[in-house]
């Protein structure tokens, strides 16, 4: 791969993660309620719980735990999107194994 295959390559990497950050930013400002059965849960686009309610009482410390368990389970699913797509060399073509070229 030449260098500017390289440079094009981030380009493109560029232009998707600013798409990807679009997407989040249009996703924070939409909402989702779901009210059953004396619950109510109030979550952001981007997986936030906004308000959670049993039976009209509610718990900022509950909401709080909730976000927390959220974030940490979308860490473990990035960590495994970049394992199988072979982190940024999977990006850029390379996958971390070595070409013709590089031996």
Partial sequence: MGIGDAFGKLGDLNKLRQQA???QKNLAGQQITVEENGVRVVISGDQRILELSIQGL???VLNDVLNK???KSQELA????????GGMGGLMGGGGQPTG???
């Fill in 21 to 23: 950050m679009q997407m």
């Fill in 58 to 60: 509610s718990n900022d």
């Fill in 69 to 71: 368990a959220i974030r």
């Fill in 78 to 85: 990035a960590k495994e999107l970049m394992n199988v797509s």
């Fill in 101 to 103: 070229s590089d031996q």
